[in-house]
C-alpha cells in the first residue's frame, strides 16, 4: 500500500517562502504523475501544482511563477518549493496523484502565512 508523508510546513510572514516535501512509500513513484494540493479552511482541496513522470508541469494561476514543483525519483520525494507566500496560501498541503485515481491521503503539513 503506497503512503503518503508530506512536511516541510510551518509559519511564515507574507513574502516569505517555504519548501514542502513528499516522500511516497512504494516502487512505482518514478512512473508516477503526482501532484500538491491544498484545503484551506470552509473550501475544497484544489490541485496547484503537478508533475508527470518525465517532469512536465502544470501550475493552478493562483501559484504559477511562485511556486515550483519537482521531483527526485531516486529517492521517491516530490517537492513543493514556494516563494512570495500570500496570506491566501494559507492551507494544508497533501500530495496525491493529480487524478482521477488517488491513494489514501497523507496527514499534509500546514502552511501559515501571517505576520
Same mark, same amino acid.
Given at each position: 500500500? %503506497? ?5 516541510? $510546513? &510551518?509559519?511564515?510572514?507574507? $513574502?516569505? =517562502?517555504? /519548501?514542502? =516535501?513528499? %516522500? %511516497?512509500? &512504494? ?6 504523475? +503526482?501532484?500538491?494540493?491544498?484545503? !484551506? ?10 508533475? /508527470?513522470? $518525465? &517532469?512536465?508541469?502544470?501550475? !493552478?494561476? =493562483?501559484?504559477? $511563477? ?10 521517491? !520525494? +516530490?517537492?513543493?518549493? +514556494? ?7 494559507? !492551507? %494544508? ?12 491521503? &497523507? ?7 501571517? =505576520?
Amino acid at each position: 500500500q %503506497v503512503q503518503l508523508v508530506e512536511s516541510g $510546513g &510551518g509559519l511564515v510572514q507574507p $513574502g516569505g =517562502s517555504l /519548501t514542502l =516535501s513528499c %516522500v %511516497v512509500s &512504494g516502487s512505482i513513484f518514478s512512473i508516477l504523475a +503526482m501532484g500538491w494540493y491544498r484545503q !484551506a479552511p470552509g473550501k475544497q482541496r484544489e490541485l496547484v501544482a503537478s508533475i /508527470t513522470s $518525465g &517532469g512536465s508541469r502544470n501550475y !493552478a494561476d =493562483s501559484v504559477k $511563477g511562485r511556486f515550483t514543483i519537482s521531483r527526485d525519483n531516486a529517492k521517491k !520525494a +516530490m517537492f513543493l518549493q +514556494m516563494i512570495n507566500l500570500k496570506p491566501e496560501d494559507a !492551507a %494544508v498541503y497533501y500530495c496525491n496523484r493529480p487524478g482521477p485515481l488517488l491513494f489514501y491521503w &497523507g496527514q499534509g503539513t500546514q502552511v501559515t502565512v501571517s =505576520s
